[in-house]
C-alpha cells in the first residue's frame, strides 16, 4: 500500500510486542534462525525454478528441445529421490542431508551457469539432487524439534519461504541482472546504454534498468546485442545465486556443531507420548557427520 519502512515496523511493534507481553517469552531462537534459513532455501529452490526455462531457452532450442524440459526433468528427479529420502536421512540425519544438499546445489548452479549444449542436462540433473530435500527436510526438522507446535509452526516455516521469494528473492534476482545488463553496457555499448535504460525503485533501492519498450524501438542489430547481453546476465545471474546455497551450508554446519555440543541431533518427543521409544525410531535421531 505504499507505507513508509517507519509505518511498517510500527505497525510489526504493535502486534509483536503486546503477544510477547501477554506471554511472557522472547520466543524461541533456534525456531526463528531456521525461519530465517528458509529464506534462502526457498529462493535456491523456487526463486531459481522461474529463471530456469528462459535462462536455457536458447541452449536447449540448438537441441530441439523446449527450454520447460530442464524443469520438468529436475522435477522428475526431485519426485523419485523423494521416496528414498527416509533412509538417507536415518543414515546422516537431517542435517547432514541438508548440508550436502547445499554443496551439491552451488555446484548445480555453477554448472548451469556456464553449460552450454547437452551438458545442460548434466548441470541440471546436479541441481535436481541439490534441491530434492531441502523444503521437505526442513518441515522435518521443524516437525521434529518443534513438534508442540504442529500445523502452525509447518505453515509458518513454508509461508516465511514463500513470502521470502517473493517479496525479497525475485526482486533480489532482477536487481542482479539488471545491474549486470546495464554495467556491461554502459562499457561496451555506452551509445545504447544511453538510449534503452531508465531508473526505476525495488525494495533494494533505485537501480538503473533496461526500459522494456525503449529496447523494441532499436534497430534489429542493436536490440540483438542487447538481448546477448541480457542472456549473459541471466547466466551470471544464476552464478550469483549459488551464494544462498553457501550461506545455508555455514548455517546447517553451524547446527550440527551446536547439536553435537548437546550429544547429537535427536527429536523431541512430547511427553506422555504414548510410544515415545518406539516413536524415536521413525524420526531422525541419529547422529550427524562429526557428531559421532
Known amino acids: 500500500f505504499g507505507f513508509s519502512p517507519t509505518i511498517q515496523w510500527a505497525v510489526v511493534a504493535a502486534v509483536v510486542v503486546p503477544f510477547g507481553l501477554y506471554v511472557r517469552a522472547l520466543g524461541r531462537p533456534m525456531f526463528i534462525f531456521l525461519l530465517l534459513i528458509m529464506i534462502p532455501l526457498a529462493t535456491t529452490e523456487i526463486g531459481t525454478d ?21 524443469l520438468v526433468y ?3 528427479i526431485m519426485m523419485v529421490l523423494r521416496f528414498f529420502a527416509g533412509p538417507i536421512v536415518h543414515k546422516i540425519s537431517p542435517l547432514g542431508l541438508l548440508a550436502v544438499s547445499c554443496v551439491i546445489a552451488a555446484v548445480g548452479l555453477l554448472a548451469l551457469s556456464k553449460a552450454a549444449g547437452i551438458m545442460i542436462l548434466a548441470a541440471a540433473t546436479l541441481y535436481g539432487f541439490g534441491k530434492t530435500f531441502f523444503w521437505p527436510t526442513m518441515l522435518g526438522v521443524v516437525s521434529e524439534r518443534f513438534p508442540k507446535g504442529g500445523a502452525l509452526t509447518l505453515n509458518a516455516t513454508g509461508g516465511v519461504g514463500m513470502l521470502g521469494v517473493g517479496v525479497l528473492g525475485a526482486p533480489f534476482f532482477g536487481l542482479l541482472q539488471e545491474e549486470n545488463v546495464t554495467d556491461h553496457l554502459k562499457q561496451d555499448q555506452p551509445a545504447i546504454y544511453e538510449q534503452i535504460t531508465s531508473e526505476k525503485n525495488s525494495v533494494f533501492g533505485p537501480y538503473t534498468a533496461v526500459d522494456p519498450e ?19 546476465s541471466k547466466k551470471a545471474t544464476l552464478a550469483t545465486v549459488a551464494i544462498f546455497p553457501c550461506i545455508m551450508l555455514v548455517c546447517y554446519l553451524a547446527l550440527i556443531a551446536y547439536f553435537k555440543s548437546k550429544g547429537g541431533y535427536t527429536a523431541e518427543i512430547l511427553a506422555g507420548h504414548p510410544d515415545a ?16
Open 74 to 76: 529436475t522435477s522428475f
Open 277 to 292: 521409544e518406539e516413536a524415536t525410531k521413525f524420526t531422525s535421531g541419529s547422529e550427524a557427520p562429526g557428531e559421532a
Open 50 to 70: 522461474s529463471w530456469i526455462t528462459s535462462l536455457m531457452e536458447p541452449e536447449m532450442a540448438t537441441l530441439g528441445m523446449n527450454a520447460a524440459w530442464v
Open 214 to 232: 525503449k529496447k523494441e524501438e532499436l534497430p534489429a542489430e542493436e536490440k540483438k546485442t542487447v538481448e546477448e547481453y541480457v542472456l549473459l
